[in-house]
């Protein structure tokens, strides 16, 4: 006869509450998640067959200069095709981040908030937010290159540019890495404590 093991307590209304509340933010998030990456995608796709569309929207702006009116003889094909290539990191990054984002709240629709392989894409997340912000600044120098490329010699520019965006970017990036971190430990310290009961 196995030995019969303690029933679990019955959930109190107000944890029910809460993990019905995160299960709608859970889904609200994956769905924004899943709409962000065609965008994501479509952007250097824009850049190669129709870059004035995106640039007018602001796109490529860089301290109150659109990188349009660095191409003297206008945007040629193979201006398009730099720029388009440039944006394949940003966008890489993006997609990754995506991707965390979709699997850790996979995780919260679960209802498992501090399981390890949550608190491992949190993790992951924090970790490509803080890449993101630093590669941004570098992709719109590399930007500035790619547009003013073809201009005469004398003529090429190299913009850097650093916002209140890219800081606000890193500063996220490092709360969220703070987060995860004190997660994980609170994660081992339950985990540590059961084993003791």
Known sequence: MRPRLPAKPPIPP???????????????VRGLALLAAPLLIAAPVLLLTAPDALLSMG????????????????LTLAARLRMAAVTLLP???GLALLWQLWSLF??????????MR????????????????LAQPLAQAL??????????????????????????????ALVFMAIARVMTEAARVAEENEGFV
């Open 14 to 28: 107000a944890s029910r509450a809460l993990a019905d509340r995160l299960r709608r933010l859970s889904r609200w």
């Open 59 to 74: 796109f490529s702006e860089m301290a109150g200069l659109h990188l349009q009116h660095l191409a003297q003889g206008g």
């Open 91 to 93: 966008v890489g990054l």
């Open 106 to 115: 996979g995780e919260y629709l679960r209802g498992d908030v501090f399981g």
């Open 118 to 133: 949550a608190l491992a894409y949190l993790r992951r997340f924090a970790t490509l937010l803080f890449v993101l912000s």
């Open 143 to 172: 930007m500035s290159v790619a547009v003013s490329w073809d201009n005469p010699p004398g003529q090429r520019q190299l913009l850097v540019a650093i916002s209140s965006n890219d800081y606000a970017l890193v500063l996220g």
